[in-house]
């Protein structure tokens, strides 16, 4: 298990892996499917946005939101940027677990 994240993190990406694998568990259809990143995937770009300090980021396909966390994490660390997340499926009102917006460890999360 990577620590590589807060604590307060660390609980909400493992609360988004448990939501993720039972829904796409559950779901044959890929559509309805969360797809998110393998944990080590996740980690590895953490890294490489940290290590290339990297400072805008558009995310194509925001399911729900388990890579944007990763994402915006890796930008806190360096002090500053932005993520921009789009995705053209309306049916993720619920982030996971967030209804409509949240804030957890110093982001806002916002699902339109």
């Given at each position: 298990m990577s620590t590589i994240l807060d604590d307060q993190l660390q609980e909400l990406i493992l609360q988004m892996e448990h939501f993720g694998l039972a829904n796409d568990q559950r779901e044959n259809d890929r559509q309805q499917k969360m797809l998110n990143l393998e944990r080590d995937s996740a980690v590895l770009i953490h890294i490489f946005l940290r290590a290339t300090r990297r400072r805008n980021i558009l995310e194509i396909g925001t399911s729900n939101?388990?890579?944007?966390?990763?994402?915006?994490?890796?930008?806190?660390?360096?002090?500053?940027?932005?993520v921009t997340s789009i995705d053209r499926e309306r049916r993720y009102k619920k982030c996971g677990h967030i209804d409509i917006f949240g804030y957890i460890g110093g982001y806002w999360f916002f699902c339109v």
């Open positions: 939101g388990y890579s944007t966390i990763w994402l915006a994490d890796a930008l806190r660390r360096l002090g500053q940027g932005q």
